[in-house]
């Protein structure tokens, strides 16, 4: 029996990554109407708050994009631009009504680039996320009404029915391809009846149905019976020794433990994950086909008799191979005992590094997702990254972390983690209302801090976590073995300083590393973790916008060459 990614499958992604590449700044891509004449590109950066689009049309005429508040153009924010003969035109506008757009006072909107090839206009253009005034139209987490028009010649002026409107959310894109060649197959529990126990965690080892050629996973719903009571489930691949299927409490069966690469997460309010259109997750192309373990969380606090599960994961294939494999890794604190949070804290930290230097074999890491995760007490959830020892900004943040809703998210654009590099992910817990210890631990009133990134090439690099060193710990708290350990802590009043105290040392103690690539754990150690930085809070005014509506420019000519590989990749179908 053989696990499915091998050589010759990565000589095939090998084979493919030497074509274009997609932009990294703007991974979704939608149609805006329905004779694909009209593309919209776009990519955000939470860090910087700034987003970026590319508004591609088959014309040589004007091209415009807006939002707008109901579909129409009353109250839309709109964008006019185009190539003339002398040069480009581009200006910020708003309308009131079914009229000629309105230049505005403040031209929130960047031109980065305007181009005409082969009869299409291409225009790209940045704003911040926020609205600045009160033209704009404001960029949040819901969808928002796209609308384009665009004409025939440089005269702006009535668009006749090229003109449409497309609801898209901007901010949490989640792809809908629908592959010609599309099947789906469930990974669930079998008529579990959940126990009366407040956590439990069960594993089902399971057969994947096998496949001689490889396929591709492109989207994994979740098929969840009790919402009330599956708090979280985890899908890990098992690797090649382990062949028997069973089902039972994690981890009494030391053959779960075998089982830790995570090839997919679901957490309370996550919905539908799909990966971007040029990645899959690989399946099959082996003789015998792998195992999983599903390992599902049930948490079952008013101990609720006599429900029957059968919750789990569907994933949706389709043999039509994508440009790339996906591959998950997970980053963070190791889940262990002897991690321990005071009461009466109110923003605790701990943290968890990653160093990817340990593992020389995998390749640079293209991070398209995100999932953070930590138990209840947990409130905000930060990965830095950080290379040759600068912190150079952050793989993901959310400084509103919720414990019920929890999601894989597709980031704004896509992040290299270049092999070299560290990721320290920081979690900040509030404690405030218990009055006991919080270890880390399985269960939901214990506490984890994880992070999740989702990236292609696939690589090995599966597991990247560390701990802090316990023996360290000991001796800085005077203590010679672990009862003493445990006496101290639970002796302590725990007010704002010795909790401040705790953290700090917990903070600069060496921490020991451990980093799997599948087949060895690798382990190493650092001395202490370094600072993050704050959050950003990006402002509206954070950069002035180029100068507005222009007669012309020399962008348009120095750099055309680079412009038109950008169009190669973006405008080819
Ligand atoms: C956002 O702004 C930063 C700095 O101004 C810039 O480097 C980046 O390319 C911009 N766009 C995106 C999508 O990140
Ligand atoms: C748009 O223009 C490009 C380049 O000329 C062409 O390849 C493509 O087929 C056109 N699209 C449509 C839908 O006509
Ligand atoms: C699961 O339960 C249903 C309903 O009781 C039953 O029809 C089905 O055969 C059971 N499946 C298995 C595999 O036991
Ligand atoms: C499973 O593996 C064990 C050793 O790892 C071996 O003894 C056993 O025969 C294998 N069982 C099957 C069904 O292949
Ligand atoms: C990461 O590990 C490498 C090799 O063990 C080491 O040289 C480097 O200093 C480590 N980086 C950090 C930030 O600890
Ligand atoms: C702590 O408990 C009080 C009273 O039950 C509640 O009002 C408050 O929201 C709780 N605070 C936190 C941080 O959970
Ligand atoms: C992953 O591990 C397998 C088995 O150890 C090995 O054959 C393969 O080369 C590794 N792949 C990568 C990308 O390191
Ligand atoms: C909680 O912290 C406050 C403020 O530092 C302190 O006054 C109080 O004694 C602490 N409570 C407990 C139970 O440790
Ligand atoms: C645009 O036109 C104005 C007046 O027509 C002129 O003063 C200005 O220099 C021109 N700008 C550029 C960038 O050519």
């Known amino acids: 029996m053989t696990c499915p990614i091998v050589v010759p499958l990565l000589v095939l992604v090998l084979a493919m990554e030497t074509r274009a590449q997609e932009d990294p700044l703007l991974p979704f891509t939608?149609?805006?109407?329905?004779?694909?004449?009209?593309?919209?590109?776009?990519?955000?950066?939470?860090?910087?708050?700034?987003?970026?689009?590319?508004?591609?049309?088959?014309?040589?005429?004007?091209?415009?994009?807006?939002?707008?508040?109901?579909?129409?153009?009353?109250?839309?924010?709109i964008v006019i631009g185009g190539v003339n003969s002398d040069g480009y035109y581009f200006g910020d506008y708003h309308a009131s009504g079914n009229e000629r757009?309105?230049?505005?006072?403040?031209?929130?909107?960047?031109?980065?680039?305007?181009?005409?090839?082969?009869?299409?206009?291409?225009?790209?253009?940045?704003?911040?996320?926020?609205?600045?005034?009160?033209?704009?139209?404001?960029?949040?987490?819901?969808?928002?009404?796209?609308?384009?028009?665009?004409?025939?010649?440089?005269?702006?002026?009535?668009?006749?029915?090229?003109?449409?409107?497309?609801?898209?959310?901007?901010?949490?894109?989640?792809?809908?391809?629908?592959?010609?060649?599309?099947?789906?197959?469930?990974?669930?529990?079998?008529?579990?009846?959940?126990?009366?126990?407040?956590?439990?965690?069960?594993?089902?080892?399971?057969?994947?149905?096998?496949?001689?050629?490889?396929?591709?996973?492109?989207?994994?719903?979740?098929?969840?019976?009790?919402?009330?009571?599956?708090?979280?489930?985890?899908?890990?691949?098992?690797?090649?020794?382990?062949?028997?299927?069973?089902?039972?409490?994690?981890?009494?069966?030391?053959?779960?433990?075998?089982?830790?690469?995570?090839?997919?997460?679901?957490?309370?309010?996550?919905?539908?994950?799909?990966?971007?259109?040029?990645?899959?997750?690989?399946?099959?192309?082996?003789?015998?086909?792998?195992?999983?373990?599903?390992?599902?969380?049930?948490?079952?606090?008013?101990?609720?008799?006599?429900?029957?599960?059968?919750?789990?994961?569907?994933?949706?294939?389709?043999?039509?191979?994508?440009?790339?494999?996906?591959?998950?890794?997970?980053?963070?604190?190791?889940?262990?005992?002897?991690?321990?949070?005071?009461?009466?804290?109110?923003?605790?930290?701990?943290?968890?590094?990653?160093?990817?230097?340990?593992?020389?074999?995998?390749?640079?890491?293209?991070?398209?997702?995100?999932?953070?995760?930590t138990h209840l007490a947990g409130r905000k959830v930060r990965v830095g990254h950080f290379r040759d020892g600068e912190q150079i900004g952050f793989m993901a943040f959310d400084d509103h972390y919720d414990f019920e809703y929890q999601e894989v998210k597709n980031l704004g654009k896509t992040k290299t983690l270049q092999m070299g590099d560290t990721l320290l992910v920081e979690c900040t817990y509030d404690t405030a209302n218990r009055t006991g210890f919080t270890w880390g631990g399985l269960g939901t009133q214990d506490e984890m801090c994880l992070a999740f990134l989702f990236y292609y090439p696939a690589s090995n690099l599966t597991n990247c976590v560390s701990f802090p060193n316990m023996d360290a710990l000991k001796t800085n708290l005077g203590a010679s073995n672990y009862n003493e350990f445990y006496t101290i802590l639970s002796q302590k009043t725990w007010d704002e300083e010795a909790v401040t105290e705790y953290e700090r040392t917990l903070k600069d103690i060496p921490q020991d590393l451990m980093v799997d690539d599948g087949e060895n754990t690798y382990w190493g150690t650092i001395d202490k973790i370094s600072d993050m930085m704050e959050s950003p809070n990006p402002s509206c005014d954070r950069t002035p916008p180029l100068p507005g509506p222009s007669n012309a420019s020399n962008m348009a000519s120095v750099s055309w060459i680079l412009l038109l590989l950008i169009w190669a990749v973006i405008c080819a179908f």
């Open 101 to 373: 757009p309105v230049l505005d006072q403040k031209q929130s909107y960047s031109l980065l680039s305007l181009t005409e090839t082969d009869g299409q206009t291409t225009m790209r253009f940045e704003r911040s996320i926020k609205s600045c005034d009160t033209d704009d139209h404001p960029i949040t987490e819901l969808p928002v009404k796209l609308i384009y028009a665009y004409g025939q010649t440089d005269q702006i002026g009535y668009h006749r029915q090229r003109r449409g409107t497309k609801e898209v959310n901007l901010l949490k894109y989640m792809p809908r391809s629908d592959p010609t060649q599309s099947q789906y197959f469930d990974m669930t529990m079998l008529n579990f009846t959940i126990p009366t126990e407040e956590t439990r965690y069960e594993c089902r080892i399971i057969n994947a149905p096998t496949f001689a050629e490889k396929q591709h996973i492109y989207r994994i719903e979740p098929l969840i019976d009790h919402l009330d009571l599956v708090h979280h489930l985890l899908l890990y691949k098992c690797p090649p020794q382990m062949n028997k299927t069973f089902q039972g409490q994690c981890y009494i069966n030391p053959d779960h433990r075998v089982c830790f690469q995570v090839m997919a997460a679901w957490g309370v309010g996550g919905g539908d994950f799909e990966v971007p259109e040029h990645v899959g997750i690989p399946i099959g192309g082996d003789e015998g086909g792998c195992l999983y373990r599903l390992e599902i969380h049930y948490n079952n606090p008013t101990l609720i008799e006599g429900r029957v599960d059968n919750s789990g994961l569907r994933f949706h294939y389709t043999s039509q191979l994508r440009k790339h494999d996906a591959g998950v890794l997970m980053a963070g604190l190791a889940v262990a005992p002897g991690y321990s949070i005071p009461p009466n804290a109110t923003s605790f930290h701990t943290y968890g590094v990653c160093n990817t230097s340990i593992n020389t074999e995998a390749k640079d890491m293209q991070v398209f997702a995100t999932g953070l995760h």
């Open 30 to 77: 939608e149609c805006l109407d329905s004779e694909e004449l009209v593309m919209l590109k776009w990519g955000f950066d939470d860090v910087q708050g700034n987003i970026t689009f590319e508004l591609c049309v088959n014309t040589t005429g004007w091209i415009s994009f807006g939002l707008s508040p109901n579909g129409g153009m009353n109250g839309a924010d």
